[in-house]
């Protein structure tokens, strides 16, 4: 039995983003009952050379629409990346689900053969299967900075677990 292209990625990250949308509200009532500034967990970083908590949820959500977007072939959504609180980072995960939500399932069909290229930097660019794509690039970075955003919570004393992380309700 084979699994879609678009049942190994959409609800995959629907779980999570909805996990990280739950997990930054948890974050954010930490925050008010401690009264701890909202920024010293926005700007968190687990080491000073790692990206602060923002930007992890930032490029999170740009994994989850991107690909998605570019596994069913759509126009990706452009974001500006200027998030400053946990509403505004709470919009980013909404307007992301909103976007995986408008992609039909049948735009993934045939996809996991489809070349996927990607130009993260100039001259470079990256070509990959659809299945090597979704598999071996965009759901290890995704999850990587879903992780990381957990970490930086659990690191700064956010109450949560593993039920938390993996959104199971």
Known sequence: ????????SVPVFNQM????SDVLKK??????AKNIPAENFLQARLFPDMLALTRQVQIAADFAKGVTGRLAQAELPAYEDNEQTFAE?????????????TLDESKFEGSE?????????TPKEQTFTGQAYL???GLPQFFFHVTTAYALFRHNGVE?????????R
């Open 27 to 32: 974050a954010e009532a930490h925050a008010t």
């Open 160 to 168: 949560i677990g593993k039920k938390d992380f993996m959104g199971l």
């Open 113 to 121: 053969t489809r070349n996927i290229v990607l130009r993260p930097g």
């Open 89 to 101: 980072l709470q919009e980013r995960i909404a307007k992301t689900k909103a976007f995986i939500a």
């Open 135 to 137: 598999l071996n690039y």
């Open 1 to 8: 039995m084979s699994i879609s292209m678009y049942a190994a």
């Open 17 to 20: 983003l909805d996990s990280l």
